[in-house]
């Protein structure tokens, strides 16, 4: 990577954070904020679905809209609201507020990490394309071991000052957009923005059978892991007997499996064909996930035994990410921004619903949390293996 490169793949790599950071840094504050708004477990867990399920419908619009004002506006607008409703969340005097301010980040947060795929693509072709996601896909990792620790930290003064330091993160990352990124979508080559224009490219898209199937591959994977992100106030708290200072004991170990990943696909970018690093990719993920079932199943709950093999597993999802979100990219170069939207949609319908749904019925034993990983890495591999980018010679 050219030296001149390094710090367009920072500022992509902090706009890509912020979703991460959005989730995570607050996770260590759960009981504090429940007991702070007078509510449950329950209630505060649902924000994060108030902040998933209005991030992954407006992801429909941000690459849209990139495509059409350009890349940096898109960024103004999204972070500028972005800072705004961190502000409300940490003064929020109930949770009802606290949700609603939740769904205004979540609507706003995805304006960074959408743009930031699209521009990536822009910016860098072939196997430089590949290294530089897998830098970029590596720093990301980071945000989530650093979150909540840095959330127990902020702890210790009072859960308001956590969105206050997403507030700040957030104005950072786009004084950093605006001085350092380029404009990527010059006014010739940019679409007129209309729901008309909207629903035919998102008709192409999913319509594009190999383009929803590497999608779908790429979140289920993300998903496996991400249960025990969301699960995490109750899978570190009560099962694991942690407090939520010690939540690093999760987030480091498997962010650390997650750069170990990334850096192998960067060093097998132009070395290895994709179908082979795939291919890899899942016989490990495979492999780790059958072990932590059973390692769930027959012994006693200690986080040694039930946070390594999320770690593990992490390395092999990591591997196989940057292909498969730049094959998915690739299929359609003249709306790449839309179609970093549908990404990120369908990564994020999947998270919207193991929030919701999936982890609070599998969070109450490490077994549960272990079958639905199981669960998630099958639905990727059964569509991982419809797709031509499996079948390629």
């Known amino acids: ?128 394309a590949q290294r530089v996601m897998a830098t970029i896909q590596m720093l990301f990792g980071i945000a989530p071991a650093v979150a909540p620790i840095i959330g127990g930290v902020l702890l210790g003064f ?21 001085t350092f990124l380029p404009e990527t979508m010059p006014p010739e ?63 480091i170990p498997t962010v650390t499996g997650m750069v170990l990943g990334s850096y192998l696909a960067r060093r097998a970018a132009g070395k290895y064909a994709a179908r082979k690093v795939i291919k890899t990719a899942y016989i490990w993920m495979g492999v780790v996930v059958l072990l932590n079932v059973a390692v769930c199943y027959w012994l006693p709950a200690k986080p040694i035994y039930n946070i390594l093999p999320v770690a593990l597993f992490n390395v092999g999802m990591a591997l196989a990410m940057p292909i498969l979100s730049l094959a998915s990219l690739d299929r359609h170069p003249r709306i790449r921004g839309t179609a970093a939207s549908g990404q990120a949609f369908i990564q994020m319908i999947l998270s919207t619903v193991s929030a919701g749904l999936v982890v609070p019925l599998v969070w109450g034993s490490v077994l549960g949390l272990a079958v639905a990983m199981l669960a998630y890495l099958l639905l990727g591999w059964l569509v991982m293996r419809q797709t031509k980018l499996w079948k390629s010679n």
């Open 189 to 251: 080559k940019r679409l007129k923005l209309s729901s008309k224009n909207v629903l035919a490219s998102y008709k192409t898209i999913f319509g594009d059978a190999e383009f929803a199937k590497l999608c779908i591959a790429s979140g289920a994977n993300f998903s496996a892991f991400f249960v025990y992100v969301l699960g995490s106030p109750i899978f570190l708290g009560k099962l694991l007997g942690l407090t939520p200072q010690q939540y690093g004991y999760l987030f």
């Open 1 to 128: 990577m050219k030296p001149h490169s390094n710090i367009l793949v920072y500022v992509l790599a902090s706009l890509a954070a912020l979703a991460p950071f959005a989730i995570d840094t607050y996770l260590p504050a759960f009981h504090a904020m429940r007991d702070s708004l007078a509510t449950s477990d329950l209630h505060i867990q649902q924000s994060l679905t108030f902040y998933l399920l209005p991030y992954a419908a407006m992801t429909l619009w941000h690459g849209a809209i990139s495509d059409e004002i350009g890349r940096i506006a898109t960024i103004k607008w999204g972070l500028s609201i972005f800072v705004l409703a961190s502000i409300g969340c940490a003064f929020a005097p109930n949770v009802e507020t606290l949700w609603f301010f939740r769904a205004l980040q979540g609507a706003s947060g995805g304006a960074g990490n959408t743009v930031a795929r699209a521009m990536v693509r822009d910016l860098f072709e072939g196997a430089q």
């Open 158 to 178: 009072h859960w308001q000052a956590i969105f206050i330091f997403l507030a700040i993160y957030a104005a950072i990352s786009l004084w950093a957009a605006v």
